[in-house]
C-alpha cells in the first residue's frame, strides 16, 4: 500500500504517522496492537484497509475531541468473515548442545458476533510475542480521559526481546474474547499469564566525580530473576442508543519477583561480597465507568467518568555480606557477618472524577467545560533489622530508619476550554483552576499543604493542505511531591546507597510547549517530520548528595533554580528512484543545578544522534537497507566527559527458486569514551525459510548471533558516575524449525 511501512518490530506508520488501534471489521483486534495483526492475520483474508486519523471509540466524539490515534480497520473477504487461523511453530537446536528450543501457537476464530484469540509461546531464546507496547495496552485498565496516574507493575521485562543475558527462559499464554450479546451490548476481556527466569552477568568500570577527588570501582554483577505475572480483563460496551454510550473496564493484576544478586566490588584494592536476595509480591485492581451523550440538538454532549485504582505491593529484601559497609550511614553492629533485613508494605488507592461539557456554539467555535476531581491516598511502613550471629537483633528504628507515612493528595479542579477555527487556523486556548491538598502523618508530625494555581494551556494548529500542517503545544502545570520524597527517615536502598526524604517538599512549577511540523507528498515520494520541545522548570526538586567514595547520600530538595530541556528531532525520507533514502536526528541539550557534598554547580547534559539509511523501494528487487548512525555524548559539571557511538546496520530480505527466502541482519557499533578507549561488538542473524506455495508448513533454519560475540559494551555518565559496562548475552543459536499455518 502506498505510503505504509512495516518495520521488523510489527509497527505500522501510514506516511510517518504509527498507527496506534488496528481493528477488524471495525473492533479491536487482541488489544488493537498492530504487532499480532501483522504477524497472524492472513493476506489471502484482506478485502480492504481503511485508515482513520484522529480515530475515537465513541464515534459522535469525534467532532469534538482531539484524538491522535491513528486506527487501520481492516475489512475481510466475504467468505473469510467467518473463519479459523492461525499457526503452530515448533524449533530445536541443532549445531551445539545448549537445549536452545521455541514452541509457539496463536490460533484465531473470526466469526460477525464472537471472536476468540489464543497465543501461546514457550522458548529461552530471548524472544518476546508482544511487543512492550502491546503490554502497556494489555495494562490498561484506566480511562484514557484520565492520565497521569503512575503505573506500578514493570511490564518490560515480560514484553522485549532480551538476549542480553546468559539464561532466559519464557512462558507466556495469552486469551482474548469478544461476544456480541445484542445489537445494544458488547462484552470482551482478556487473560494473560507469564513466567520468565532470567540470568544476567555485567562487569563495570565506575568513577565516581567528587569535588576534588575521584573514587574507582570495579563492580561484577550476577543476578537470577524470577517474575510471574497474571492479568484478567473484562469490558462492557453498552450502546442504548446511537446517541448514547457506556463503558464498564475491570482489571486485576498479580505479580511476584524473585530477585537474587551478587556483587563483587573491588576498590583500592579491597574486595567486598554483597548478596542480595529480592522479593515482591504485587497486587492491583482497577476499574473504571465512562458515559457519553450525544442531545438531540447535537450541539451538546457530555462526558462523565470515575476512575479507581487499588494497589498493594509487599516487597523484602535481604542483604548479606561479611564485610562492615556503608560505614557512618547506616547503624551496624560489629559482627562476623552481616544480615540485613528491609521489609515494606505499600498500599496505595486512588478514585478520580470528571464531568465534561461539550458546546458546539457553530461550526468555528467550540467551548468545553471541566470539572474533576482527583483523590489519591498512600500508606508505606518500611523497617531495616540488623541480624546478629548470636541471635540477637539490632533495629535501626532507634537511629532514624524505619518509616510510617499516611499520605493523601487532593486535586480539585475547574477548566474551561474555547476552541476557534479561522480559515485553516484551529486555535483551542484553555485555562484551568487546581485546588490542591497535600496531607501527611508522620511519626515527627503532620504536615499540611493547601495551594491554588491557575494552569494555562494553548493548542494551535495550521493545515496548510491536506498533507501539510504545523501544530503547538503549551502547558504550564505544578506537580507535587509523591509520597516516597516526603519520607522523614532514612531508607536503605542498595549496598552503597542510602535515601532520606523532605517532608516540608513542596510542588514542581513547570513550562512545555511543543511543536511540530509534518509535510507528505506521494507524488514526490517526499515525507518529512519535525518535532521541537521545550521543557523549563521554575521551581524544582533535585536530589542533594554526599558521596564518601562509593557510599552516596541522597535527599530531595526543593529549589528555585532553572532546569532547562531542549529536544529537536526530524525525519525526512525521499524516494529517489527505486531507493528510498531517510535521514534522521535527535538532539537534546539539559541544563539542571546539582549539589554534591555541599557544592552547587551548573550542570549540562547534551545529546545529539545523526543517522543515514539508504533502502531499495520496489518489488521487483530484494529488499536490502544499509544504515549509518552516529551519537555523541556530553557530559559538563565539576568535571567533563563526552563519549562517542558509530553504529553501522544491514539487513537483506531476498526470495529465490520460487519457494526459498533469506533474510538476515548485521550491526557494528563502535564505542569511544572520555579516555580515548575504544572498543566495539557486532551482532548478526539470519534465516533461511522454504515453503511451497499454497502449502502450509514451513521450515526455517535460523542463526542468532551467528557470529557468536559474547559480550555488549556500553558507556554512561550521570550527575557524580561514569561508568562503562561490559553485558555477556546469549551465545550462538542455531535452530530448525518447522510451522504450519491455519
Known amino acids: 500500500m502506498p505510503g505504509v511501512e512495516v518495520d521488523k518490530d510489527g509497527s505500522v506508520t501510514v506516511q510517518g504517522k504509527k498507527v496506534t488501534k488496528m481493528l477488524v471489521e471495525g473492533k479491536s483486534f487482541f488489544g488493537g496492537g498492530t504487532k499480532l495483526a501483522v504477524e497472524n492475520i492472513p493476506a489471502d483474508a484482506l478485502d480492504k484497509v481503511e485508515v482513520i486519523d484522529n480515530f475515537n471509540e465513541v464515534g459522535f466524539l469525534k467532532q469534538v475531541s482531539d484524538s491522535e490515534d491513528l486506527a487501520m480497520n481492516v475489512k475481510l473477504k466475504e467468505d473469510k468473515k467467518k473463519f479459523i487461523f492461525g499457526d503452530v511453530e515448533a524449533a530445536a537446536e541443532v549445531a551445539n548442545d545448549n537445549g536452545f528450543y521455541l514452541g509457539h501457537t496463536g490460533l484465531f476464530y473470526y ?52 538476549t542480553d543475558v546468559v539464561e532466559n527462559k519464557s512462558q507466556f499464554a495469552a486469551l482474548n474474547f469478544r461476544q456480541e450479546i445484542n445489537s445494544k451490548l458488547d462484552v470482551e476481556g482478556f487473560g494473560i499469564f507469564s513466567k520468565l527466569f532470567t540470568a544476567s552477568l555485567s562487569e563495570t568500570q565506575n568513577e565516581y566525580l567528587q569535588n576534588s577527588a575521584f573514587t574507582f570501582e570495579d563492580k561484577t554483577s550476577t543476578t537470577q530473576n524470577k517474575a510471574i505475572l497474571g492479568i484478567g480483563n473484562v469490558k462492557l460496551n453498552f450502546s442504548p442508543n446511537n446517541r448514547e454510550k457506556w463503558f464498564y473496564n475491570a482489571q486485576f493484576q498479580a505479580s511476584s519477583n524473585d530477585i537474587a544478586s551478587q556483587i563483587l566490588s573491588v576498590r583500592d584494592g579491597a574486595q567486598n561480597t554483597f548478596q542480595n536476595f529480592q522479593n515482591a509480591d504485587n497486587a492491583q485492581l482497577k476499574q473504571y465507568v465512562e458515559w457519553h451523550k450525544q442531545y438531540k440538538n447535537k450541539n451538546h454532549t457530555t462526558t462523565f467518568v ?74 508505606i511502613t518500611i523497617s531495616e533489622k540488623q541480624f546478629l550471629t ?145 521543557n523549563k522548570k521554575v521551581r524544582t526538586i533535585r536530589n542533594a548528595i554526599e558521596l564518601d567514595g562509593i557510599n552516596q547520600f541522597t535527599t530531595p530538595v526543593i529549589t528555585d533554580n532553572p532546569e532547562t530541556n531542549w529536544r529537536v528531532n526530524a525525519n525526512i525520507s525521499k524516494k529517489i528512484y527505486r531507493f528510498r533514502l531517510q535521514l534522521n536526528t535527535n538532539l537534546s541539550w539539559f541544563n539542571y543545578v546539582q549539589t554534591l557534598n555541599g557544592t552547587t554547580t551548573s550542570n549540562d547534559r547534551n545529546n545529539q544522534s545523526l543517522g543515514l539509511k539508504l533502502r531499495t523501494a520496489t518489488k521487483k528487487w530484494p529488499s536490502v537497507s544499509v544504515g549509518y548512525a552516529k551519537d555523541f555524548s556530553q557530559f559538563s559539571g565539576l568535571t567533563q566527559s563526552d563519549f562517542t557511538n558509530d553504529r553501522i546496520t544491514f539487513d537483506l530480505d531476498i526470495d529465490f527458486l520460487k519457494n526459498f527466502n533469506f533474510k538476515t541482519d548485521y550491526e557494528v ?3 569511544r569514551n572520555s579516555n580515548n578507549q575504544n572498543n566495539n561488538y557486532r551482532i548478526a542473524n539470519a534465516f533461511l525459510s522454504y515453503q511451497k506455495k499454497n502449502n502450509p508448513f514451513r521450515f526455517e533454519l535460523s542463526a542468532q548471533n551467528f557470529l557468536n560475540n559474547g559480550t555488549k559494551i556500553n558507556n554512561i555518565f550521570s550527575d557524580y558516575l561514569i561508568s562503562n559496562t561490559t553485558t555477556y548475552i546469549l551465545p550462538r543459536i542455531m535452530m530448525l524449525g518447522i510451522s504450519y499455518k491455519l
Open 111 to 162: 466469526a460477525p458476533k464472537t471472536n476468540v484469540s489464543f497465543i501461546g509461546d514457550l522458548n529461552n531464546i530471548g524472544k518476546r510475542t508482544f511487543s512492550f507496547e502491546d503490554m502497556m495496552r494489555f495494562q490498561g485498565g484506566a480511562s484514557s480521559f484520565i492520565s497521569g496516574r503512575k503505573q506500578l507493575t514493570d511490564l518490560y521485562n515480560f514484553a522485549s526481546d532480551n
Open 306 to 379: 470515575v476512575n479507581q485504582s487499588y494497589d498493594h505491593n509487599k516487597p523484602q529484601n535481604l542483604w548479606f555480606t561479611d564485610t562492615d559497609f556503608l560505614a557512618g550511614l547506616i547503624p551496624l553492629v560489629d559482627d562476623t557477618e552481616y544480615q540485613i533485613q528491609q521489609i515494606k508494605r505499600v498500599k496505595s488507592n486512588s478514585v478520580d472524577a470528571l464531568f465534561k461539557h461539550y458546546w458546539i456554539l457553530n461550526s468555528f467555535n467550540h467551548l468545553y467545560t471541566n470539572v474533576g476531581n482527583n483523590l489519591g491516598t498512600s500508606a
Open 390 to 534: 548470636d541471635g540477637s537483633v539490632n533495629d535501626f528504628a532507634t537511629n532514624g530508619f524505619g518509616n510510617d507515612l499516611n499520605y493523601t493528595l487532593n486535586d480539585f479542579y475547574v477548566g474551561l476550554e474555547y476552541k476557534f477555527k479561522i480559515g485553516k487556523w484551529i486555535n483551542k486556548p484553555a485555562l484551568y483552576a487546581h485546588f490542591y491538598h497535600l496531607k501527611t502523618k508522620q511519626m515527627a508530625a503532620d504536615y499540611v499543604l493547601n495551594k491554588t494555581y491557575f494552569e494555562p494551556q494553548w493548542t494551535s494548529e495550521y493545515e496548510f493542505n491536506q498533507s501539510e500542517n504545523v501544530k503547538l503545544n503549551y502547558k504550564l502545570s505544578n506537580d507535587l511531591p509523591d509520597a516516597t520524597q516526603l519520607l522523614e527517615r532514612y531508607t536503605l536502598q542498595s549496598y552503597n546507597s542510602v535515601f532520606r526524604g523532605n517532608a516540608l517538599l513542596k510542588n514542581e512549577r513547570f513550562h512545555s510547549a511543543t511543536l511540530r511540523y509534518t509535510k507528505t507528498s506521494m507524488y514526490r515520494g517526499l515525507m518529512l517530520f519535525a518535532n521541537a520541545s521545550f
Open 669 to 671: 557499533t563502535f564505542n
